[in-house]
């Protein structure tokens, strides 16, 4: 029987060489350059970026989770999802290993659906780290609800046409490139008739209205762009993957990613941890250690015992995917969904309460944290949605009891043990 929870030395090695590294000179990164890896590199930052990436090269662990036939090592999704719990502490630690959303996941389906002039185009430069690129779906008016959409994309002659409103199209500032979803197709089902669109962000009609950014920044100077397309005219080899394949793409797209960015969020809930334990056995009041409190052990316990229930589903849910397919998961990675925003929130807010004043501080790294549960429960669709996915898959192992009582209903249940048993034990049957 095979039930193993180590990892084999040869990887182990590569993910020791990555923890001393994003240590030493990538978590710096964080304090002297915060909030800056969504921004073109200026080539003083170029200068400094460029010779890490390379290390990264080096060691074979660039933009690990593509297939080898595009330059990564094909490490499967329990391997991926050990190094992304390293690559979750630093914030430019995904840019520095090229793993950055929304460019790893765009670079896959180019890598899936693309033909080779568009491989050319978008997706060579966009692995080389040249490029940025944006995923252009979630409309104003729609949500996460695509069957909402109405972004259009009309056939003009050999061409398209696309008409219609983007919101939080992440990084479409500095993006090269935008991929759009566009109903192609108003007379099937919304699940056939969306395409999606390779659209060059300085094509004519590709208009941001603005820049949102999170709470607490100066207005318009965020990276989620609302963008309206104004007849923005594009060649007839615009389409990714052929006309009415938006939906298979877009799960082509969010499977594993889903998977790494839960282990991303286990190294932010351990970071939130290891600051509230620090803290526990450094501050006394009332003539203990915050640590001897039991109230203050209850938080203690309940974050690792969440942690640890939440790190062990991801690292099964990567193994399940690495055995059969992401398909085959469904029900466990939109599980790992739910919790990247319930698990990250109770454990910073727990954290953040035990330091006092000074948790909520902008001296702490604490409400970042809270912010990002926050988005975790959104961005990638809501969690209500993820748990809808979660009870349909559970349900579907389920069906009616055909009787009037549930089939747990004790009184046939002891009929039948009776009648079971009734030779061998005969006086000894208990009455319930
Ligand atoms: C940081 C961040 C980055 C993002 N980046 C991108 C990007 O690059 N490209 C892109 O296209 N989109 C992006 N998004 C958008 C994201 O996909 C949407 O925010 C998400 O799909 C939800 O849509 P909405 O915000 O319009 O909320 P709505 O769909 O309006 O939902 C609002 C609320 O309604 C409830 N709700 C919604 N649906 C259901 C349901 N089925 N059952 C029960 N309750 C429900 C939930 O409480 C939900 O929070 C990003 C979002 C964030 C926060």
């Known amino acids: 029987m095979t039930w193993d929870f180590t990892t084999d030395p040869e990887f182990q090695a590569k993910l020791d060489w990555a923890d001393r ?34 290390r990264v090269r080096e060691e074979g662990l660039w933009a690990a989770h593509l297939g080898p036939e595009l330059g990564g090592k094909g490490f499967g ?4 999802a050990l190094l992304n719990e390293i690559l979750g502490r630093s914030e430019w630690a995904p840019v520095i290993f ?15 659906y693309g033909t080779d002039a568009q491989k050319a185009t978008y997706l060579q430069p966009l692995l080389d780290g040249e490029i940025f690129s944006c995923f252009s779906m979630t409309e104003p008016h729609g949500g996460s609800d695509p069957t909402q959409f109405v972004t259009r994309g009309v056939r003009d002659g050999e061409g398209w046409v696309l008409n219609g409103e983007k919101f939080f199209s992440s990084n479409a500032k500095t993006s090269a490139f935008l991929i759009v979803m566009a109903v192609t197709d108003p007379d099937v089902p919304a699940y056939q008739g969306m395409s999606m669109f390779l659209v060059p962000t300085r094509t004519p009609g590709v208009n941001i209205l603005r820049n949102v950014g999170h709470s607490g920044t100066p207005m318009n100077s965020g990276i989620h762009g609302w963008i309206r397309y104004e007849d923005v005219r594009l060649p007839g080899d615009s389409v990714l993957g052929g006309p009415g394949q938006a939906f298979a793409i877009a799960q082509t797209r969010l499977g594993g990613g889903r998977i790494h960015h839960a282990m991303r969020t286990i190294a932010r809930c351990t970071q939130a941890m290891d600051m509230m334990c620090e803290r526990v056995l450094s501050r006394t009041t009332k003539g203990t250690l915050l ?80 912010e990002e549960a926050a988005v975790m429960g959104l961005a990638d669709g809501p969690t209500e949605v993820h748990k809808v996915t979660v ?30 048993y009734a030779d061998l034990l005969g006086p000894e049957i208990v009455d319930l």
């Open 98 to 112: 090229g793993t950055m959303a929304p460019d790893a996941g765009n670079a896959e389906i180019l890598a899936h």
């Open 77 to 80: 999704q329990l391997k991926l």
């Open 291 to 370: 640590a001897e409190k039991q109230l203050v052990q209850a938080a203690i316990a309940d974050s690792w015992i969440q942690i640890q229930q939440f790190r062990l589903l991801v690292l099964h849910t990567a193994w399940l995917i690495d055995q059969n397919s992401t398909a085959g998961a469904r029900r466990e990675v939109a599980a790992c969904k739910v919790l990247c925003e319930q698990v990250l929130h109770d454990v910073a807010w727990r954290a953040m309460h035990i330091h006092g004043a000074l948790g909520i501080t902008n001296e702490m790294p604490l409400m970042p944290m809270i």
């Open 21 to 54: 590294f994003v240590r030493d000179d990538v978590e710096p990164l964080d304090l002297v350059l915060p909030g800056r890896r969504f921004e073109i590199p200026s080539a003083r930052v170029r200068s400094v970026i460029d010779p890490l990436k390379q």
């Open 391 to 420: 009870a349909r898959q559970v349900l579907r192992d389920y069906k009616a009891n055909e009787g009037q009582f549930p089939s747990m209903w004790l009184p046939p249940r002891v009929a039948a043990a009776r009648d079971r």
